[in-house]
T-cell receptor, first 114, second 114 residues
Framework: NAGVTQTPKFQVLKTGQSMTLQCAQD?????MSWYRQDPGMGLRLIHY???????DQGEVPNGYNVSRSTTEDFPLRLLSAAPSQTSVYFC?????????????FGSGTRLTVV | AQSVTQPDIHITVSEGASLELRCNYS??????LFWYVQSPGQGLQLLLK??????LVQGIKGFEAEFKRSQSSFNLRKPSVHWSDAAEYFC????????????FGGGTRLMVKP
């Protein structure tokens, strides 16, 4: 069971470039989300989804887009990269069912924007 | 809005000593509460979670946490720390609505002295 898989693990972008961070889970979880982690600030929610076709904004959504066409995949798109988007990005998924709830995290994507 | 405070940014303990990491939360009702651990360069691993019922929760790796409603706290404890416990620890509160999105504290970095 692979859990939550994120690709790539590392990426360097130039300012203004666009890219997509990939996230896939094989646990049939309804809930998926994207967080960014910056030193001293913990993790902050970017976007989340409660099921295929349903997404919503989190705390820091500006500059990012998401879509969820399947249960398994939840890609995060950077529209025009900025140095402020240099961060570590984590994707997570969770069951919606009672005590099965609890987010499982991927291993992260370290993004540097120069 | 929900929030989490971890008052200690860094903690250093000797190997074999007991450990308590503090977590205070703000939430309008009974929350879902979590502790995650992150080793350097890794994703987050769930240590334990509280949903309801018994206020003392057992987790993996010998950790436990106690939910105290009157103090809005969910402190993490371990009776005897091992060198491999050195990592960053995050407390999180989960909303009791669709998506059950997590809000994280800023984290506590634990160092273990030999």
């Amino acid at each position: 069971n692979a859990g939550v898989t994120q690709t790539p693990k590392f990426q360097v972008l130039k300012t203004g470039q666009s890219m997509t961070l990939q996230c896939a889970q094989d646990m049939n979880h309804e809930y998926m989300s994207w967080y960014r982690q910056d030193p001293g600030m913990g993790l902050r929610l970017i976007h989340y989804s409660v099921g295929a076709g349903i997404t919503d904004q989190g705390e820091v959504p500006n500059g990012y887009n998401v879509s969820r066409s399947t249960t398994e995949d939840f890609p995060l798109r950077l529209l025009s990269a900025a140095p402020s988007q240099t961060s570590v990005y984590f994707c997570a998924s969770s069951s919606s069912q009672g005590r099965g709830y609890g987010y499982t995290f991927g291993s992260g994507t370290r993004l540097t924007v120069v | 809005a929900q929030s989490v405070t971890q008052p200690d940014i860094h903690i250093t303990v000797s190997e074999g000593a007991s450990l308590e990491l503090r977590c205070n939360y703000s939430y309008g009702a009974t929350p879902y509460l979590f502790w995650y651990v992150q080793s350097p360069g890794q994703g987050l691993q769930l240590l334990l979670k509280y949903f309801s019922g018994d206020t003392l929760v057992q987790g993996i790796k010998g950790f436990e946490a106690e939910f105290k409603r009157s103090q809005s706290s969910f402190n993490l404890r371990k009776p005897s720390v091992h060198w491999s416990d050195a990592a960053e620890y995050f407390c999180a509160v989960g909303a009791r609505n669709a998506g059950n999105m997590l809000t994280f504290g800023g984290g506590t970095r634990l160092m273990v002295k030999p």
